[in-house]
């Protein structure tokens, strides 16, 4: 704060301003694992992409929660091969 380039000065309050989070972004860093997250991501855009034909989000939203929960299906009246 002694500084008198006001960047500078702009920095170090930004980073008092976010100092608990920064530390606890920094103690979490090796616990924890984005993988899982990386994967969620990845099921709901692949799930996004093939109901790209749906005419409403309402069906789209069903079809998500359908991956991610792996909830069963209606039984339909008409079987396909």
Avoid at 2 to 17: C, G, H, I, N, T
Avoid at 36 to 43: D, Y
Wanted: hydrophobic share 35%; aromatic share 12%.
């Amino acid at each position: 704060m002694r500084s008198r380039f006001e960047p500078m000065k702009k920095m170090a309050r930004q980073l008092r301003r976010h100092r608990q989070l920064l530390l606890n972004w920094i103690k979490a860093r090796d616990s924890v694992s984005l993988g899982a997250v990386e994967g969620q991501n990845n099921r709901l855009k692949l799930t996004f992409w093939k109901g790209y034909g749906f005419r409403t989000l309402k069906a789209t939203e069903i079809a998500f929660y359908h991956t991610m929960g792996q909830l069963p299906e209606k039984p339909m009246t008409h079987r396909f091969c």
